[in-house]
């Protein structure tokens, strides 16, 4: 299991699939956690990117998100 460095704030729990256990971090706190140094927007790009599109395998984290943010926007 990969932990997310510096987002023990964010950090919700452990996700077990099958044979494979993954790290579970919450959109949001992430999120909030990255606009203490740049604006939402920023946020949101420099986590798509950098962090969900760091893909590592099968360890990588996931990130919750409410289904309720899906239909807000």
């Not at 932990?3 to 964010?10: E, I, S, Y």
């Not at 077990?16 to 971090?25: G, K, S, V």
């Not at 927007?41 to 950098?50: G, H, R, T």
Request: glycine share 10%.
């Amino acid at each position: 299991m990969l932990l997310l460095t510096g987002f023990d704030k964010a950090f919700m729990g452990v996700v077990r699939q099958f044979n494979n256990e993954i790290a579970l971090y919450d959109y949001e706190g992430v999120i909030t956690q990255l606009m203490e140094d740049m604006s939402r927007e920023d946020a949101e790009e420099y986590f798509e990117f950098n962090i969900v599109g760091g893909w590592v395998g099968n360890k990588t984290p996931g990130f919750f998100y409410s289904t309720n943010a899906l239909h807000e926007g």
